[in-house]
């Protein structure tokens, strides 16, 4: 544990950061799979995600 908390992404293997990039896919494979369950549309995503963006980016300017 001591080790891997120590680790950065420049540290893993070619394999090792290709099984990462995997793993994120499997994550938004999940979630448009989610997301298509509750109906949600790609221009609703879209939209929402511009949104939650904008708020995202205000709360970084004032320190949040």
């Known amino acids: ?3 891997a908390s ?3 992404i ?3 293997s070619d394999n090792d950061l ?3 990039k995997f793993e994120i ?3 938004f494979h999940f ?3 989610f997301a298509v369950s509750i109906d949600m549309k790609g221009s609703e995503l879209y939209s929402m995600y511009k ?3 904008v708020e995202n980016i205000n709360r970084q300017k004032n320190n949040y």
Do not use: S
Request: charged letters at 35%; proline letters at 0%.
């Open 25 to 27: 896919v499997d994550a």
């Open 18 to 20: 290709k099984e990462l």
């Open 10 to 12: 420049k540290d893993l």
């Open 6 to 8: 120590k680790m950065t």
């Open 1 to 3: 544990h001591l080790l």
């Open 51 to 53: 949104a939650k963006n």
């Open 31 to 33: 979630l448009i799979n």
